[in-house]
């Protein structure tokens, strides 16, 4: 059974940098083809997705948000790692961990951790 | 970026009844699509993956069809359980993007 929990701060200051980590098992980010990524959602609006990390270190961004994040992996830790620079009140949201297989959609998720953007 | 749009923003009806929801690919997506349930407080949930498989949890009033640019989700006939917010989102190329939603809510 595949399970994922996110990890971090639920208040972070206009311009900071957000870290948050994806702890999971159920399955290893060694295995060929198994990805883990980030979606998010501000409170009543729609899903975005904006960042995974695949098993041979393919990391693919949102174009929209790609200068400000960087994902990582510790397969060790069975971790995923997200840092958003530069936060802003828009950013505010819940945030989702998420796993995958190449050519295949988002089949397991986190249940999700609310971050709010505020000074 | 491939744009999802989805329609109707709100569907208001009974249980028992059936649900017809739409999404359409701003370009062909061939059968990368797939549609997920989100009930409120919740993380959404995968219900159907290549626009017509029901993921593993889910009865068969749940059917996904469509193929390009447009699709289809229909609930044959609701249960209170189904009432919640779906969407649809596309896995053919990067980034991945999602529709904005249909909420089905009890009439």
């Known amino acids: 059974q595949i399970t994922l929990k996110e990890s971090g701060p639920t208040l972070v200051k206009p311009t900071q940098t957000l870290t948050l980590t994806c702890t999971f098992s159920?399955?290893?980010?060694?295995?060929?083809?198994?990805?883990v990524g980030w979606i998010r959602q501000p409170p009543g609006k729609a899903l975005e997705w904006f960042a995974l990390?695949?098993?041979?270190?393919?990391?693919r961004y949102s174009p929209s948000l790609k200068s400000r994040l960087t994902i990582t992996k510790d397969t060790s830790k069975n971790q995923v790692v997200l840092t958003m620079t530069n936060m802003d009140p828009v950013d505010t949201g819940t945030y989702y961990c998420i796993h995958t297989q190449e050519f295949y959609p988002f089949d397991a998720w986190g249940p999700g951790t609310l971050v709010t953007v505020s000074s | 970026e491939i744009v999802m749009t989805q329609s109707p923003a709100t569907l208001s009806l009974s249980p028992g009844e059936g649900a017809t929801l739409s999404c359409r690919a701003s370009?062909?997506?061939?059968?990368?699509l797939a549609w997920y349930q989100q009930k409120p407080g919740q993380a959404p949930r995968l219900l159907i993956y290549g626009a017509s498989t029901r993921a593993t949890g889910f009865p068969a009033r749940f059917s996904g069809s469509g193929s390009g640019t447009e699709f289809t989700l229909t609930i044959s006939s609701l249960q209170s359980e189904d009432f919640a917010v779906y969407y649809c989102q596309q896995y053919n190329k990067w980034p991945r993007t999602f529709g904005q939603g249909t909420k089905v809510e009890i009439k």
């Open positions: 990390i695949y098993w041979d270190d393919d990391e």
């Open positions: 370009q062909s997506v061939s059968s990368n």
């Open positions: 159920g399955f290893s980010l060694t295995t060929s083809g198994v990805g």
